[in-house]
């Protein structure tokens, strides 16, 4: 009864698989730019242009940027207010978040979560609520419903176009020593934020702040930090 479907805005995100990195003659803040990382981009929302890019195509694990598609597939599935009930099975996953069984959370407070501290645990229980939720998988268990839900992930990858991009849990978590829980390319990911900005306004204003507040159903207030360092110098 909490479940229902949620209707995305129309957007492409055909413009930045396609868009070419503005020639290197051209300066912008990033053109002296040293960096460590393997492969970056940075892209203009507003025209979806690239500004900056470096080895935009290669295929790299993505580890929690895995939970951007986690957030979109959800947000498309689900509506802000649908109300989730923590299970044992969601707490299974590594990481500790503080939720307890049996504690209720409406599912856009769950998404908050996910996406300022990277809870792993919230993740799991989003994915293993919609996959279980969703229409055709009325005869699976529920604790399949997160299995489910990654091929919805993987569904929506290939219906972007992506190419390089490909999930195998909601999380981003290795799924052994050898195999990262979701791989991808800078570009791809760049598109897949895009998408998720400009379909769902809203969903990421969250991580730009220094703290959130949620509160349960029950009552429990829980004050979340933002991962992301960075924060406290923009």
Same mark, same amino acid.
């Given at each position: 009864?909490?479940?229902?479907?949620?209707?995305?805005?129309?957007?492409?995100?055909?413009?930045?698989?396609?868009?070419?990195?503005?020639?290197?003659?051209?300066?912008?803040?990033?053109?002296?730019?040293?960096?460590?990382?393997?492969?970056?981009?940075?892209?203009?929302?507003?025209?979806?242009?690239?500004?900056?890019?470096?080895?935009?195509?290669?295929?790299?694990?993505?580890?929690?940027?895995?939970?951007?598609?986690?957030?979109?597939?959800?947000?498309?599935? %689900?509506?802000?207010?649908?109300?989730?009930?923590?299970? #044992?099975?969601? &707490? $299974?996953?590594?990481?500790?978040?503080?939720? !307890? /069984?049996?504690?209720?959370?409406?599912?856009?407070?769950?998404?908050?979560?996910?996406?300022?501290?990277?809870?792993?645990?919230?993740?799991?229980?989003?994915?293993?609520?919609?996959?279980?939720?969703?229409?055709?998988?009325?005869?699976?268990?529920?604790?399949?419903?997160?299995?489910?839900?990654?091929?919805?992930?993987?569904?929506?990858?290939?219906?972007?176009?992506?190419?390089?991009?490909?999930?195998?849990?909601?999380?981003?978590?290795?799924?052994?020593?050898?195999?990262?829980?979701?791989?991808?390319?800078?570009?791809?990911?760049? %598109?897949?934020?895009?998408?998720?900005?400009?379909?769902? #306004?809203?969903? &990421? $204003?969250?991580?730009?702040?220094?703290?959130? !507040? /949620?509160?349960?159903?029950?009552?429990?207030?829980?004050?979340?930090?933002?991962?992301?360092?960075?924060?406290?110098?923009?």
């Amino acid at each position: 009864a909490h479940f229902t479907h949620a209707k995305p805005v129309p957007t492409q995100t055909a413009e930045i698989l396609r868009a070419v990195p503005t020639a290197p003659e051209t300066q912008t803040p990033f053109t002296a730019l040293a960096l460590e990382a393997r492969a970056a981009i940075v892209v203009d929302l507003a025209s979806d242009r690239i500004v900056f890019a470096k080895n935009a195509d290669e295929k790299l694990p993505l580890a929690s940027l895995t939970k951007l598609m986690t957030a979109l597939v959800t947000r498309k599935y %689900a509506k802000e207010d649908s109300i989730v009930t923590i299970t #044992p099975y969601d &707490l $299974e996953t590594d990481g500790d978040s503080g939720l !307890r /069984i049996g504690q209720q959370f409406r599912v856009g407070d769950l998404l908050d979560m996910m996406l300022t501290m990277s809870s792993n645990d919230a993740a799991h229980a989003t994915a293993s609520f919609v996959g279980s939720n969703f229409p055709s998988a009325n005869t699976e268990s529920f604790t399949g419903g997160d299995m489910r839900f990654v091929r919805l992930m993987n569904e929506e990858s290939r219906a972007l176009g992506f190419t390089h991009t490909e999930f195998f849990n909601e999380t981003g978590l290795d799924v052994n020593p050898a195999q990262n829980g979701g791989y991808g390319s800078a570009r791809e990911v760049a %598109a897949l934020f895009s998408k998720l900005h400009k379909s769902f #306004p809203g969903t &990421l $204003e969250v991580t730009t702040r220094k703290h959130t !507040r /949620i509160v349960s159903r029950g009552g429990t207030v829980y004050t979340l930090p933002n991962t992301n360092e960075a924060i406290s110098y923009l």
